[in-house]
Each structure stands twice: as structure tokens, then as C-alpha cells.
């Protein structure tokens, strides 16, 4: 599944787009720093993305997605709280998270968390739940990553039955049993959407369609196009499962300033930084200028530039991928608040009209 997709599947991908198109941001609550390139703490970074939500309604992103990290450079293990608080001074902007780690956490209590979000926020809240990427829950909630796959099966299966809302019956070997137990509080107006963030598993794609769940693919490295056959294989899931279509979104990182020139040299010596320190515990590659330059390019991951550079790859890939939503993954630790503020305003008020004209 890593190989480039063919022209038919291209194809494909790209005529099967029946829903709104939903452009979003999202954020892990990267350490930002001040004015004099120092950390600030971690409360005001928390604080600082509670005032980036509120800009992002202002300025018209459809959706505002808050990742869920345990370290220090990523200080957001209670995304739902900095939610809920985004939520009190916004009256429009979907709320949710860019990822929920199911796999160290409780079904129920992240459908209770979720489902509060819902209805303190007039059922503006989302759910985007991981297998775990990053793997820091594991051992601060003693779970062991011998069970990584089996967690996540058997807590997406009870997830789904939560979903459906009315008493639940469900069995399991990773948490006891529940047997037509009334989880509240109850949604008002049916589900809230939930989705299964992939970074390259056709097995996840494939789970999200069994148990009902819209696709989010998370593309932070490499070619695009190299996802186009996850979203047909998702649709022909769907169909054999006997489910309606379903929505499928994209992840990925970038930053956006007034000019190329500038988005890049404010962006290659932060992602450098992070993405060389990572290297040796996630497995990436150090990058390179070149290799960077690649990334930011047509062909790679890195959605990095002015808002029209960036305004075009977001529409090109949407197409290419068959996808409806597109959610910039914007901040690399390092940048400043106002850095990134500029980036949330540009995004809203320059490239989300573009792709809209782009695509219309």
C-alpha cells in the first residue's frame, strides 16, 4: 500500500466526494516560545492554543482539533478541558480531537468526556480516536505494547456500541463487562461524528469501515498520493459491510506566512529541531534541506508557504485522494504565538476561500 496509486484509482479516489467540504485546524499543543526564542511554560502554551480556537472561529475554520500528547514538549494530555473552554467563547467552530489515544484510555470515559464537550458546546464536538503513534500513554497508564493491536480492537468495538446511544451490553478481556449499562450524559441530536485516524495500516482502514467510522488519514511524511487506494479501499469496505458512505479527511503539518520565502524560514530550523530530537525515538529520518525542500514541494507531505502555494496543494490532494476534509496540523515547537496566530488567520480569511474557489 506504500506504492504510488494508478491513473483508475486516482480516479476513483477523486469522483466519489459526496459531502461538504470541511477545512480545520489542528494543533498537539506544541511548547511555543517568546519574543526572545525562550519556552514558555506549559500553562501558557495551553493557554495560548485556547486564544488560537477562538481565532480560528473568527476567522472561519470549519473545524479546531486538539491532539492528545503526555510530554513535555507536547504538554495536552486533557484535550476535552482546553475544548470545553474554547467552546465557552465560540459559538460556531466544530470542536474535537486531532487524535484521542483509545488505546490507553477508557471507551467510556472518552465517550462521556466527548459527549459532555457535546452538549456544553450546542453538539459542535468530534472524535478522532488512534491506535497511538506516539506511545508516551502506554506506560504513564500501565499498558503494555504487547496488547497494542488487541487494545485497540477490542476498545473501537465498545466505542461503536457506545455510539449507538441506549443501554449497552458488551465483553471483553481489556475492561470488565457491561451489561445493558446506561452511560451517561445522553447526546441530544443522535451520535457525534467519530473517526479512526490511519498513518499506514490497510487494517485500520478496514476497522474504521466495520464498525462505522469515518477515515482520517494522517499523512506527516512522503507522497500524498501514496494514500489514494486507503480511500477506496475504505469505500469498498463500507459497501461490503453494507454501510453508507462515509467521510474521508486529511492530517497533515504546515505553516503559513505572507510570502514562501518567509513560511520556510520560519519553519525549516523549528522542524529541524523536532523532527531531528524524534529521529532516534519515532524512527524518522534527520532531515536535510533537501530533503525538506522535497516535503514542501508538489510531490511531499509538508503544506508549507504562502496561502495561494498552500491553497493549491490542499486542493490538489482533497481531489487526488477523494477526500472532503482537509485539517492543517499547523505549530512546530519552537514558533512563536504570534507566529502561529498569523498562520490561523491567514489560513481562515486567504486559503480556505481559495481551495473553496479551487474546488468549486
Do not use: C
Not at 504510488?4 to 480545520?24: H, M, R
Not at 467510556?108 to 468526556?113: A, I, L, S
Not at 508538489?298 to 504562502?306: D, E, H, K, N, R
Amino acid at each position: 500500500m506504500t506504492t504510488a496509486p494508478s491513473d483508475a484509482v486516482t480516479a476513483s479516489a477523486a469522483e466519489a466526494v459526496p459531502f461538504p467540504l470541511i477545512l480545520g485546524l489542528d494543533t498537539f499543543g506544541d511548547v511555543t516560545h517568546d519574543t526572545n526564542d525562550r519556552p514558555l511554560s506549559h500553562a501558557q502554551t495551553i493557554r495560548n492554543v485556547v486564544e488560537q480556537g477562538v481565532l480560528a472561529d473568527q476567522v472561519g475554520a470549519d473545524f479546531f482539533g486538539i491532539g492528545e500528547h503526555h510530554t513535555d514538549d507536547f504538554p495536552m494530555p486533557a484535550a476535552d478541558v482546553v475544548l470545553a473552554t474554547i467552546a465557552a467563547r465560540t459559538d460556531r467552530i466544530r470542536l474535537g480531537s486531532a487524535v484521542t489515544v483509545l488505546s490507553s484510555d477508557d471507551p467510556v470515559r472518552v465517550f462521556q468526556r466527548y459527549s459532555t464537550l457535546n452538549a456544553v458546546s450546542g453538539g459542535r464536538a468530534e472524535v478522532i480516536l488512534g491506535r497511538g503513534s506516539s506511545i508516551d500513554s502506554f506506560p504513564l497508564f500501565g499498558y503494555d505494547l504487547a496488547d497494542y493491536e488487541d487494545l485497540f480492537e477490542e476498545k473501537t468495538s465498545l466505542f461503536a456500541e457506545l455510539l449507538k446511544g441506549g443501554p449497552v451490553t458488551w465483553q471483553g478481556k481489556t475492561r470488565a463487562s457491561l451489561h445493558e449499562q446506561d452511560v451517561v450524559p445522553h447526546t441530544e441530536s443522535g451520535p457525534f461524528p467519530a473517526w479512526v485516524g490511519v498513518g499506514g495500516s490497510p487494517q485500520s482502514v478496514i476497522r474504521a469501515a466495520r464498525y462505522g467510522f469515518s477515515l482520517m488519514l494522517a499523512i506527516i511524511g512522503g507522497s500524498p498520493a501514496r494514500f489514494a487506494p486507503f480511500s477506496q479501499l475504505f469505500r469498498q469496505a463500507l459497501e461490503r459491510f453494507g454501510r453508507a458512505p462515509l467521510p474521508v479527511g486529511v492530517h497533515s503539518p504546515g505553516h503559513v506566512a505572507v510570502t514562501d520565502e518567509k513560511a520556510r524560514e520560519e519553519f525549516w530550523p523549528r522542524y529541524l529541531e523536532v523532527i531531528g530530537r524524534y529521529s532516534t525515538i519515532r524512527g524518522f529520518a534527520i532531515p536535510t534541506k533537501q530533503s525538506f525542500l522535497r516535503e514542501i514541494g508538489p510531490q511531499g507531505a509538508l503544506y508549507v508557504g504562502s496561502p495561494e502555494t498552500v491553497a493549491q496543494k490542499i486542493a490538489a490532494n482533497l481531489t487526488a485522494l477523494g477526500a472532503n476534509r482537509f485539517d492543517l496540523k499547523y505549530g512546530m515547537g519552537g514558533l512563536s504565538h504570534e507566529a502561529l496566530m498569523t498562520t490561523i488567520e491567514l489560513y481562515g480569511t486567504q486559503v480556505i476561500p481559495r481551495v473553496r474557489e479551487l474546488l468549486t
